[in-house]
C-alpha cells in the first residue's frame, strides 16, 4: 500500500496536498530518480551532451542491486531461446563497455576494474553437458564467439576446476567489472560535468500538467520542476508512490543472493569467469571472488537465508573445491528489477515527460552503456538504437493501463 | 615469537626494564588476567568471598571464546572413551548450573537466558546410528540419565528433524544458556561485589619475587600487585607474553566458526538442542538458533571461511531441513582454548602466586561454575574439589619444564 501514491491529476500543475512543495529549485533539463549504475550512466551521458540534469536518490548511490551485483559482463552464456532480441541488446552493450570504461576511468579518475579474461561456461556432469551442449549449438547458430571444451580442456584452461567438470563452453571474449567501482567512477564523472546528485532523499510526489509530467517532489517539500522525468529506481520502480498506478511500468523485485569470498590476489581460485548451471564466479583482480547469486521471488526481502548460502556455497564448491579455503567477506542480498518478459524497459513512459530507465533483471550493469545511449538519443529527440528495440515500454501497454 | 616475553628472573621484584611501571596501584588480593566467562565467573567468586579483586582484560569483556560460545551445557551427550574423569567435571558443573544461573540473574539483574529443555542426539544414518549406539551403551555404564529413541520416536519429539534422522538419545536434563548474557550478568554482579574491572588493557609484565609472581604490568605502564595472579586467557593463556616460558601451560588455540540463524521465536526450527555427529543447533528463546561449530587446528587464526560456514549449513540442513529459511544472521570464528589431553587447567601454576583458570576448550561455559568455586577454595587454602582432579595443572609438569 502506498498511501502517499499521486493520483491522476486533472487541473494544470495540480498535486495533491501532502505533497505541495514548500520551494521551487531551479528547473533542469532532465530529473533521475534513482542513482544507480543505471541513472548515473544516464545522468553521465545526458550532462555530456548538454544537459542540466539532477540526480535524485533516496539512500546512497548504488545502495540497490549495483551495490549487490557481481559485474559480469557475459552475453554469450547468457544466450537462450526465446531471447534472442534480449541477447542482441546485450551484446551491443558488451561491444560498448571496454570504450564506456576507458572513458568512465577517466572522467571518474579511478580503476574501473575491468577484467578482460573471458569466461569459462561449465557442466559438471553429463546431464548439466547435455544441456551445456544444446546451448553451444544455440550459440554457434546465432554466430556467437565460443569453443567446446573437455573437461580435460576445461582443467588446463582453468586448473582450480573440480573433477566433476564434464565439459565447458569458453567464451573468450567475456569480461567482468566492480559494479562498486562503477558507481564510484560515475559519481565523479556525473559531479564533473555538473550533474546534481542528491541523496538520502525519497521522491514523495510529482510535478503534474494535466497528463505530463513536468518533475518530481521530495520529501524535503521541495519541488524539481524538469522537462523531462527519468524513472531509474531499479526494483522499487513498479511501486514508486510518486507516479499514478496507470503509469506504473510492471517491475518487481526479484530477490538475489550473493557471496564474497576473498584469497590471494597472487593465488586467485580462478582465472576467469567460471558458470555452471546454478552458480557464477566472478573473480578480481585484488583476491576477491564474487559468488552469485540466488533467483527468488520473494517481494521486498533481503534476507540472508541459510539456505540461499549453502546453495551457493555447495556449487561454488563443486566448481572451484578450493573455494573451500577462501575468506567468507560478505554475504548480502538484494532485489534485481524484474519485468515479465526479463526485458528491460527503455523508452517513453505512460506520461508525457516520463522516460523508463529499468527492469534490465540480471542485466543492469551489462546494459547500461546501451541503455544510457538509448536514453540520450530519445532526450535529443533522436530514434533509439536498433538493439534497444525488445526494451521497448509500449510493449506492455496493455498491461499498465 | 613474543618478544615481549618477560624471562625468568633472580632477584627480588626484579623486572626487565621495558616492563617497569611508572606507577602503582592498589594492592589486591587477586589479579585475574582475562574477562571472559571463566575470568568473570572466579572474579564473582573470589569477591563474594571477601577477597579485593582486579580484572584485566585487554579487549571488551566477553571478546575471545565467550563471545563465540554456542552455550550448550550438555556433559550427557560429551560422553566419550577415555574422558570418563572430564565427564565427572562436567556433570558436577552441569549440577551447578541452574543455581549459578539463578544466582547470578539477581546479583546481575538480567535474564541469563537457561533454556532447559533437554537434549536430542541425533544419528543422520545407520553408520552414524551404530556409533551413537555405542555412546549411548557407554552413558548407561556410566549411570547418566538418557533415552534411545528410533527415527519415528525422535520425530515425534522434534516435528522439525529430517527424514533421514535414523535414531537418537534424548538427555532431557541437559540445557543451555546464552553466554553473551551470562558475560553480562557477570560483569553486573561483579561491579555489584566491588570488582575493578580494568578493560582495552593488555598485560605486558610480571611483578616478580624471585620464583614467585606477585601481580602484573600493563602497557600503560602500571603496576598491578596482588598475591595472587590468575591466568585466565582463555586461548592466549600459551603464549601470555608476561609469563616466563617455563611457567607458560599447554594452552593452544582451536578454531571454531559458528552460526546464528534467526527465526520467528514463536515458531523455532527445534525445541531443544539438537546435536548430531557433525553440528549442534542450540535454539535462544528470542527464535535464534546457534549452529556450531568447527574444530580446527590453524593457529590464531579467525577468518570466516566458504568450507568451514558450508560444513556447518550442510549439516544443520541434514538435521533440521527448516534452517533453510532461516536468516542467515552471524557468521563468526572464534578459537577455544586447546590443551594436550582436553581437560582444562585449574589449579596451581607453576610459579608462586601464580594460579591457572583457563584451558576449557569446548567446556568453557559448562565448567565455569565448578572453575569457580575451585578457584576460591585454593584463594582460600582449601582442597579444591574432587571433580577439579582431571583438571589439575601438575599432570603436565614434564611438558611446561
Given amino acids: 500500500m502506498n498511501l502517499n501514491r499521486v493520483m491522476p491529476a486533472q487541473g494544470k500543475d495540480r498535486i495533491l496536498p501532502e505533497n505541495r512543495p514548500q520551494n521551487t529549485l531551479d528547473r533542469v533539463d532532465v530529473v533521475i530518480v534513482g542513482a544507480g549504475v543505471i541513472g548515473l550512466a544516464c545522468a553521465w551521458r545526458a550532462a555530456q551532451a548538454g544537459m542540466a540534469v539532477r540526480v535524485i536518490e533516496r539512500s546512497e548511490p548504488g545502495s540497490g542491486a549495483s551495490g549487490v551485483a557481481a559485474g559480469m559482463l557475459a552475453p554469450v552464456g547468457e544466450a537462450t531461446w526465446g531471447e534472442e532480441e534480449l541477447l542482441d541488446a546485450a551484446l551491443a552493450s558488451h561491444g560498448m563497455w571496454a570504450e564506456f570504461a576507458g572513458e568512465l576511468a577517466e572522467a571518474g579518475r579511478a580503476e574501473t576494474s575491468l577484467l578482460r579474461n573471458g569466461a569459462l561456461h561449465v557442466a559438471l556432469d553429463a546431464d548439466e553437458a547435455g544441456e551445456l551442449r544444446r546451448r553451444f549449438d544455440l550459440m554457434s547458430s546465432l554466430g556467437l564467439e565460443a569453443e567446446w571444451l573437455t573437461g580435460r580442456e576445461c582443467r588446463s584452461l582453468e586448473p582450480g576446476l573440480g573433477p566433476s567438470v564434464f565439459a565447458g563452453v569458453h567464451a573468450p571474449h567475456e569480461s567482468g567489472v566492480d559494479p562498486a567501482a562503477i558507481v564510484s567512477a560515475l559519481r565523479r564523472a556525473c559531479e564533473s560535468e555538473g550533474v546534481e546528485i542528491v541523496t538520502g532523499m525519497p521522491v514523495t510526489g510529482a510535478l503534474r500538467d494535466g497528463d505530463a509530467i513536468r518533475g518530481v517532489v521530495t520529501e524535503d517539500g ?180
Fill in 222 to 401: 521541495a519541488a524539481h520542476p524538469a522537462d523531462s522525468t527519468i524513472l531509474a529506481a531499479g526494483a522499487w520502480s513498479g511501486s514508486a508512490p510518486w507516479l499514478p498506478a496507470a503509469a506504473l511500468p510492471p517491475v518487481r523485485p526479484v530477490k538475489g543472493q550473493i557471496l564474497t569470498l576473498r584469497g590471494a590476489a597472487a593465488d586467485p581460485a580462478a582465472g576467469r569467469i567460471v558458470v555452471s548451471e546454478r552458480v557464477y564466479l566472478v573473480p578480481r583482480s585484488d583476491g576477491r571472488l564474487i559468488a552469485g547469486a540466488t533467483v527468488e521471488e520473494m517481494g521486498f526481502d533481503t534476507r540472508v537465508t541459510a539456505g540461499g548460502v549453502f546453495e551457493l556455497l555447495r556449487e561454488a564448491y563443486r566448481a572451484l573445491p578450493d573455494v573451500a579455503e577462501l575468506e567468507l567477506e560478505r554475504v548480502v542480498a538484494g532485489l534485481r528489477p524484474g519485468t515479465p518478459d526479463n526485458a528491460p524497459l527503455v523508452g517513453a513512459g505512460a506520461l508525457d515527460g516520463l522516460v523508463l530507465a529499468t527492469g534490465h533483471f540480471r542485466n543492469g550493469i551489462l546494459l547500461a552503456p546501451l541503455t544510457a545511449q538509448g536514453i540520450v538519443a530519445l532526450l535529443q529527440g533522436e530514434a533509439l538504437p536498433p538493439a534497444l528495440g525488445v526494451a521497448d515500454p509500449a510493449r506492455f501497454e496493455k498491461v499498465t493501463t
